[in-house]
């Protein structure tokens, strides 16, 4: 029996490798975001000689929106594949500060921090939108990006709120 118990432990141990393409194919949706930016700053930078104040901040706003964006997915992939897969060998790199300091409890701080920000640019470029819509604005599609929004910062209190009742106990736990 503990040669059977081995076996299926080495099997399910070594599961942990059908991560990795879901971390590479991640690192490629990097590279399409790298794309669509350079579309959008190519966009931005053309429509700038006739641009509104107004239009300079919605663009602005639009490249912050993507670069949260592509942080949050190296975040995923950094600290997911460290957690889960393998540690990275830097090999020569210098490794980034936050690598080394964050655990899950972390990521998942962080992975909500950079959801929020892309919600609050969300509801401001739809308020920025309204001047440029002329008509009236659509009450109901703002209602609800104020809504989520407000339900993702709740989110986020609650994750920050856990994880201080939380820690406590791992102090404990490591005393």
Not at 67 to 96: C, D, H, M, W
């Amino acid at each position: 029996m503990p040669r059977f118990e081995r076996i299926i432990e080495a099997i399910l141990f070594q599961s942990r490798w059908t991560l990795a393409p879901f971390y590479l194919g991640l690192a490629f949706c990097l590279l399409l975001m790298l794309f669509h930016f350079g579309r959008e700053l190519l966009h931005f930078v053309v429509k700038m000689p006739t641009a509104t104040e107004s239009d300079v901040i919605l663009g602005i706003l639009s490249l912050i929106d993507l670069t949260f964006t592509a942080n949050l997915v190296l975040i995923v992939i950094f600290s997911g594949y460290e957690n889960f897969v393998s540690k990275f060998e830097a090999g020569g790199y210098t490794r980034p500060d936050w690598m080394t300091k964050v655990d899950f409890g972390g990521l998942k701080q962080k992975l909500m921090t950079s959801i929020v920000a892309i919600s609050a640019i969300q509801v401001l470029k739809a308020f920025m939108n309204i001047e440029q819509s002329g008509g009236s604005p659509d009450h109901v599609k703002l209602a609800w990006l104020v809504g989520i929004h407000v339900l993702f910062l709740g989110s986020l209190l609650a994750v920050v709120i856990a994880d201080r009742i939380s820690e406590p106990a791992k102090s404990a736990g490591k005393e």
